[in-house]
């Protein structure tokens, strides 16, 4: 395609099986040709992806606005390859005791699912599961860190 110098370009890559990549790319060369590398990252079986924005309501599992969009991703990269097969867990930081944790994270897991479902995923493609506070990412000892601790994941189960 023909670029101008000075202009800045939307890019969105995609190829089967890799994770797509959306980035902008500004042409400072007044080159007659210019070339560019768009590293994607390969899908692998058992890899696991966390998931960013996604947030509820205070003590429910009522997605807010704010998360739609990351999950419109996860339903649009699940439509253009429809062989995947994924594994929800979603994750509850220290505070509150251990069975109300697992059955909040249990809740949260089923609403993003229930959302998937909803853009057109084939149940079969998906399971979700609640781990409460059993598996931190970083240790609860700051607001910061129950935050990171605070998240939606998915693990590919099937290529």
């Known amino acids: 395609m023909e670029v101008r110098q000075g202009n800045k370009y939307a ?5 089967k099986r890799y994770f797509p990549l959306d980035t902008i790319l500004t042409i400072h060369s ?33 997605l807010m606005p704010d998360s739609y969009a990351e999950l419109d ?33 249990q809740r949260r ?12 995923i084939s149940p079969e493609r998906i399971t979700a599961v609640g781990y409460g506070k059993t598996q931190p990412l970083v240790p609860n000892t700051s607001d910061e860190n129950r935050s990171i601790n605070r998240r939606v ?6 290529l």
């Open 30 to 62: 007044s080159k007659h040709e210019y070339q560019a590398v768009f590293p994607l990252q390969a899908m692998l079986l058992s890899m696991v992806v966390r998931l960013k924005n996604i947030q509820f309501e205070f003590n429910s599992a009522l």
């Open 153 to 158: 994941e998915f693990k590919i189960t099937e």
């Open 11 to 15: 890019i969105h890559a995609t190829l």
């Open 73 to 105: 991703r996860v339903i649009q990269l699940m439509k253009d390859n429809e062989e995947v097969h994924i594994q929800l867990s979603a994750h509850t930081d220290n505070v509150g005791n251990d069975v109300y944790n697992q059955k909040l994270s």
């Open 109 to 120: 897991g089923d609403a993003v699912l229930q959302y998937i479902l909803a853009g057109g």
